[in-house]
């Protein structure tokens, strides 16, 4: 499927519902184009794909309203997005993401975005859900089971607005790694955490990056100065580095 708006007089395509739908063995299942809006994807199932939904760089026009749900996904990369979408929705669908390869792939600035309610089956190399060096803003991960990825959920490097709550993590080699000089994420979750990576702190700052705040005590891998690597229950930035709460 390829759903593309008229470029040549910016006139928009809206309204593409995709229901009960079997994409299997292309490069490209869904397309996503230029001036477009409006996409409903419920039942379909996505194999053996190169992509599944592939939403590519560089399109034209303000593109919105993106849902995609109760859909079954095992494909190399199953949802790609790389020009800015406003309002995407992903919810309760099912990823067996294989290889090193990314389910959920957000490469370029969101407003809106919800992933929420889906379970993620990932090889012990695979990358559950992935957020670039782009801002996501208002926008929340939350209720997703997922189990044996080497790193479930990924955050890049840019100011954020990002919620990231109540998700069921199973053998994952790390739950949450969030880059470095990433700002604007909360991290609310009940369960023990293996977090590879946090951000570092800026001197005077307080509270400019990102909180993790668990019921039981997760273990940070990263460098913890003199403090130790368990804290319970929340890491919060302060002048020199990670400090506990």
Same mark, same amino acid.
């Given at each position: 499927? #390829?759903?593309?708006?008229?470029?040549?007089?910016?006139?928009? &395509?809206?309204? !593409?519902?995709?229901?009960? =739908?079997? !994409?299997?063995? $292309?490069? $490209?299942? *869904? /397309?996503?184009?230029? @001036?477009?809006?409006? /996409?409903?994807?419920?039942? =379909?199932? !996505? $194999?053996?794909? &190169? @992509?599944? %939904? /592939? %939403?590519?760089? &560089?399109?034209?026009?303000? *593109?919105?309203? *993106? #849902?995609?749900? +109760?859909?079954? !996904? /095992?494909? +190399?990369?199953?949802? @790609?997005?790389g020009t800015t979408v406003l309002d995407v929705l992903i919810s309760h669908n099912y990823f067996v993401v294989v290889g090193s390869q990314t389910g959920v792939n957000v490469a370029a600035a969101l407003w809106g975005l919800a992933i929420v309610g889906n379970v993620f089956n990932c090889s012990s190399t695979a990358v559950a859900v992935a957020v670039g060096a782009v801002a996501v803003l208002s926008s929340t991960i939350a209720g997703n089971a997922i189990r044996g990825a080497t790193t479930a959920v990924s955050i890049g490097n840019a100011g954020h607005g990002l919620q990231i709550e109540n998700n069921s993590m199973s053998a994952n080699t790390a739950d949450y790694t969030v880059n470095a000089s990433a700002t604007g994420v909360v991290i609310n979750d009940a369960n023990p955490r293996t977090i590879a990576k946090l951000p570092t702190a800026i001197a005077g700052i307080a509270g400019s990056r990102c909180i993790v705040s668990n019921g039981a005590s997760p273990t940070y891998g990263g460098a913890v100065g003199t403090t130790g690597s368990v804290y319970s229950p929340a890491f919060c930035p302060g002048s020199g580095g990670w400090v506990y709460r």
């Open positions: 499927w #390829i759903c593309v708006g008229d470029t040549t007089h910016t006139l928009y &395509s809206v309204e !593409f519902n995709m229901v009960n =739908c079997v !994409f299997n063995l $292309t490069l $490209t299942a *869904l /397309y996503v184009g230029g @001036y477009t809006q409006g /996409y409903t994807v419920t039942g =379909c199932n !996505f $194999t053996g794909n &190169s @992509y599944g %939904v /592939y %939403v590519p760089g &560089s399109l034209a026009g303000a *593109l919105d309203q *993106l #849902i995609i749900s +109760g859909c079954q !996904f /095992y494909n +190399g990369t199953d949802i @790609y997005i």
